[in-house]
Nanobody
Framework: QVQLEESGGGLVQAGGSLRLSCAAS????????IGWYRQAQGKQRELVAQITSGGATTYANSVKGRATISRDNAKNTVYLQMNTLKPEDTAVYYC?????????WGQGTQVTVSS
């Protein structure tokens, strides 16, 4: 089993930046992939970015060039750096771990971008 704890959300003005953190309770070397998802009010949850244990990354088209996903193996933490934030980035951001053929979710962190 994996526990995930997100942090770093908050209120930011359009054009600003945030760094979200996802701390895992197990070594992230053991997790096949960790992804950041978001869910805006009234919308479906969508993938924002993902990083595999091998370091391969995937980004949603809506954040390409503005987001960077990275990992700190020593801290068992995955980060999502978001720059040039837009009001449409407003959502609850969730961390997901693909671990031993199961998906695990964190509790989410709210990101609100004001125009």
């Amino acid at each position: 089993q994996v526990q995930l704890e997100e942090s770093g959300g908050g209120l930011v003005q359009a054009g600003g930046s945030l760094r979200l953190s996802c701390a895992a309770s197990v070594s992230i070397f053991r997790i096949y992939a960790i992804g950041w998802y978001r869910q805006a009010q009234g919308k479906q949850r969508e993938l924002v970015a993902q990083i595999t244990s091998g370091g391969a990354t995937t980004y949603a088209n809506s954040v390409k060039g503005r987001a960077t996903i990275s990992r700190d193996n020593a801290k068992n933490t995955v980060y999502l750096q978001m720059n040039t934030l837009k009001p449409e980035d407003t959502a609850v951001y969730y961390c997901n771990a693909d671990y031993q053929l199961r998906g695990y979710w964190g509790q989410g962190t709210q990101v609100t971008v004001s125009s």
